[in-house]
C-alpha cells in the first residue's frame, strides 16, 4: 500500500432469506449502519464502489453505482464492479486504487445481493454466468457440478472419505452460533451433512453454501484513522474455463494472490492469526487453505479435524462461520469477510487477518489482509 | 492527474450488427489491433479493466474480467465494471485511479457489447436496468421514452421545431462518412429524419443511435510514454430517478463532471478543440452541449445549424459521427469516444480534446480530457 488505509466503518444486514425487502432496502440498511459505527458523516463519502452480480436478475437493476450514490445526498461519484462471487474483494480493491491515487479519501464499499427475487433455478442459470459460456456452460455443468468435479478428484487423489467432508460443514455450522448475521445458527452433526440430499456426487446439500439475500458495507479512509489498516489488497485471475486448466484441485490465482499479499503487507504467512476462505462449498475449504499455504495439499482436513475434535485452533479459521453457515449473498460475500476478520482482531486482540475471496472456481481471487494495530 | 498517464494503443472493430461473431469475438479483435498499435506486448498488460453491461443477457456471461484476462497468455488483474451507458468511461477512470495509484503501471481497458444476441424486446428491457427500478420503470417507460419527455420539455420551453432536432443526425451522419468504423456512412437529409417512424412523440427512428455490437479498447501507461495524455477522468452521479430531479432539461452530473475536468486539467472550455458527446437520441446532443457550457440553455441548436448549413465547426464536434451514426455498443461507447478525440487531436494536429459519455439518464457521467503534446 502506498497511502495508510484505514478500515472506519463497518455494517451489515443479517444474512438470510428477505423476502419482504428489496436489493435497495438491503443496501440501504448496511449503508446506514456502516455510517453509524463510523467517525464521518455521509457527506464525507467522496465516491461510492458497489459490488454486485446479480442485480440485473433478481431486481431489473443494474447502474448500481448511481442507485447508491442517490442514497447519499450529495451523489458522490460511483461505480458498480462485477467478479461474479469475487465481486466484493474487487470493489475493496478498487476502493484501495481510488484512495492510493488520491482520488479520494473516504471512500463506501458495499456489496449486496437479493438471491431470493428470482427462481432457484434461474439463480442456478444466472450464477453460470461466473463459468465460461463457450466451454463450460454448455455441457450443463452447474457450480455444484463444478466443485463435484473438482472434490471426486480430491477425494481421490488423497484418500479422503465422505465423512472427512462432511466435518467441513460441521465445523462451519459451529462456528456460526455466536454470530448473529449468520443465516443458520444451529449446529450440525457430521452424519446430517453426509446423510443430507445428494446434490451433485460427491457433494450434498449441507457442502453447499445457500442461496442468500444480503449486504455488507465498509468505509475506507485515508484521511480518517482507526487501529484497523488495509495492509494488502491483491486481485488475480486464472483462466475463467477450467478446460484450460492443468489441475483443478488447486486455484492458481488464490496462490498468486497469496504470494503477493505476503509481499505487499511484509508479513509471513505464520503472522495470520484469523482467516476467512471462501467456502463456497465444503471442498473448496479444504482447497484455499492448501493454496493458501497454512496446509499440504491433501491435509487441509487435518486442520479442520483438529478443531472440530479438540476445539482447538491453530489460528481462526472462518470464525463467522464461513459462506456455509453465514450465507452467501454473492457480492456481499467478499465484503462481508473483512467485515468478519475485522471483528475477530479487534475481539481477540489479535494482529494480522487475512481474507480470500473467489469468483466462480478461482478465475479471480480477492484477497485483503488487516492489521490491528492495537493488539 | 498525479502520473503522468500516456494513451499508448488504440483499438476497436467496427461497430455494426455482427451476428456471426460473439462477444469474445469482439474483445479479442479490439484488444489485438489495440496491442498491434501499441509499443507493449502482452506481458507488459499489469491489469485489465472491462467494461460491460448486457454480457448476462446477450452471451449468458458475467465474470468479464477473468474472460478478458484468460485472452492474455499471462492472466493479469482484472475487474469488470458497469455504470450502463457510461460503464466504457467509468473503466478508463478505474484505469486512471490504478496507474495513479501505482498498483499497475500499463492498464488495458476494453468495453464490449453483443446486443444483437438478444431480441429487440428484450435489449429494451434489459436497457431499463439502467433506470430505476421502483420509481421508472414501473410506468413502462422505455429509454426512447424518457428522451422523448426531456424532448417534449426542451422544444416546449425553447421553442425548437421538430426540424430543428432532424438538424442533428443529419450532421452526426454527414460526419460519419469518413469513419470507417462507423456502422451507418451514408447522409441522411433532414426531411428524411422529420418523416422516420416515430418511436416516442417528439422521437422518431433517426434521432435514436441504433442497437450494435463492437468493442473498443485503449491501453494507457504511465510506464511507456505517448504524444496522447489523459489530463482530466471524472465520474459524477444524478439521482437514478428522474423523478428526483428538479429539471430534465438539463444533467446536473455534466455540469458536476465538466467543471471538475477543466479544473483537473487546469484548461478552460475556449482550449477544448474536439468534442464528442453522447447523443443517444438527438435531443441529448443540444443539452449535453448546454450542460458542458459550449451554449447557453436552449442554444446548442445554433451550433449544429451552422455546422450543418455552413459546414463551419467552432470546434470539432462528434467528428465520428456520434452515437447516432457510429452505432452504440453499449459499453464500448465510453472507450471508442477517447479512441476518436485522441485520433482527432492527432490528425488536426489540435492539442486538447473532451469526451462526454452518460450512463441511463444522466444518472452517471464520465469524462475525460485529452492531451495531444505534438500539437
Known amino acids: 500500500m502506498n497511502r495508510e488505509i484505514s478500515l472506519i466503518g463497518i455494517g451489515q444486514t443479517k444474512f438470510g432469506e428477505w423476502w419482504e425487502r428489496s436489493l435497495r432496502d438491503l443496501l440501504a440498511e448496511a449503508i446506514l449502519k456502516t455510517l453509524d ?104 455443468l452447474t457450480f455444484a457440478g463444478i466443485f463435484a468435479l473438482i472434490a471426486q478428484r480430491y477425494l481421490h487423489d488423497y484418500g479422503l472419505t465422505r465423512e472427512d467432508l462432511s466435518i467441513v460443514s460441521a465445523v462451519h455450522h459451529r462456528n456460526a452460533k455466536g454470530n448473529p448475521f449468520a443465516q443458520f445458527r444451529q449446529e450440525i452433526t457430521v452424519e446430517a451433512v453426509s446423510e443430507s440430499p445428494l446434490v451433485a456426487d460427491p457433494l450434498r446439500l449441507l457442502d453447499c453454501s445457500p442461496v442468500s439475500d444480503g449486504a455488507a458495507a465498509c468505509i475506507l479512509s485515508t484521511k480518517f484513522k482507526s487501529p484497523l489498516r488495509i495492509r494488502a489488497s491483491q486481485v488475480s485471475t486464472d483462466t475463467l474455463s477450467l478446460t484450460e486448466r492443468t489441475e483443478i484441485t488447486s486455484f492458481q490465482s488464490t496462490k498468486a494472490a497469496v504470494e503477493r499479499a505476503f509481499a505487499e503487507a511484509e508479513i509471513t504467512r505464520d503472522d495470520v492469526r484469523a482467516l476467512e476462505t471462501h467456502d463456497c462449498f465444503s471442498i473448496a475449504a479444504l482447497v484455499n487453505l492448501e493454496d493458501l499455504g497454512f496446509a499440504e495439499p491433501g ?75 492495537n493488539a
Chains 1, 2 share one sequence.
Not at 467517525?39 to 464525507?44: E, G, K, N, S, V
Not at 484501495?96 to 479519501?105: H, K
Not at 469468483?359 to 494495530?373: D, K, N, P
Request: contains cysteine; glycine residues 10%; proline residues 4%.
Open 37 to 140: 459505527s463510523s467517525p464521518c458523516t455521509p457527506l464525507d463519502i467522496d465516491a461510492v464502489i458497489v459490488a454486485n452480480m446479480l442485480g440485473e436478475w433478481t431486481d431489473d437493476q443494474a447502474h448500481l453505482g448511481a442507485l447508491t450514490a442517490s442514497l447519499l445526498p450529495h451523489h458522490p461519484p460511483a461505480l458498480r464492479v462485477e467478479a461474479a462471487c469475487a465481486s466484493g474483494s474487487v470493489a475493496l480493491y478498487t476502493a484501495c486504487a481510488l484512495l492510493e491515487s488520491q482520488r479520494a479519501q473516504t471512500v463506501l464499499v458495499v456489496g449486496a445481493e437479493k438471491m431470493t427475487n428470482a427462481s432457484g433455478d434461474a439463480i442456478q442459470v444466472a450464477l453460470m454466468g461466473a463459468a465460461d459460456s463457450e466451454h463450460d456452460q454448455p455441457c450443463g
Open 299 to 373: 491435509r487441509g482436513i487435518e486442520i479442520y479435524k483438529k478443531i472440530f475434535e479438540e476445539d482447538e485452533y491453530p489460528f481462526f479459521l472462518n470464525r463467522s462461520g464461513g459462506l456455509k453457515a453465514c450465507g452467501h449473498p454473492v457480492a456481499a460475500t467478499g465484503v462481508k469477510q473483512v467485515l468478519d476478520v475485522a471483528k475477530e482482531l479487534q475481539t481477540a486482540k489479535l494482529r494480522f487477518g487475512l481474507a480470500h475471496n473467489i469468483g466462480g472456481a478461482g478465475a479471480t481471487c480477492g484477497m485483503h489482509i488487516l492489521e490491528y494495530t
